[in-house]
């Protein structure tokens, strides 16, 4: 099994987690005109279209 030889300080921990990030879903403008987030039903027409 790996062990680390030595400690990881503080900061090259936290230099390694500046990549665990998320992303937000963005809102798409359907031929209606109207927004809705993706993968969701538009309230006024009902279509669903992903």
Excluded at 8 to 28: C, D, G, I, Q
Aim: a positive charge; proline letters at 6%.
């Amino acid at each position: 099994m790996a062990v680390p030889k030595r400690r990881n300080s503080k900061t090259r921990a936290a230099k390694r987690r500046t990549h665990y990030k998320l992303t937000l879903a963005r809102p798409v403008k359907d031929k209606d005109g109207t927004w809705r987030m993706p993968h969701r039903m538009n309230k006024f027409t009902g279509e669903y279209k992903a």
